[in-house]
């Protein structure tokens, strides 16, 4: 795995933690920033053919 594949897979994993945490909190407008960056992070890997699992729970 090259380094950008690594590097986003880690972002898309550390966004989907901190929207986690955003809802749980019901801090609203966090979860709405949060979700879109994983928005933007899963088209950019779907640009590139980064393949990114299902999220985990």
């Known amino acids: 795995m090259d380094a950008f594949t690594a590097g986003l897979l880690h972002r898309i994993r550390t966004t989907q933690s901190d929207l986690t945490r955003a809802r749980e909190t ?3 407008f966090l979860a709405d920033v949060e979700q879109a960056e994983l928005d933007d992070l899963h088209r950019l890997a779907a640009e ?3 393949e990114v699992g299902a999220p985990r729970a």
């Open 26 to 28: 019901g801090d609203d």
């Open 48 to 50: 590139h053919g980064v």
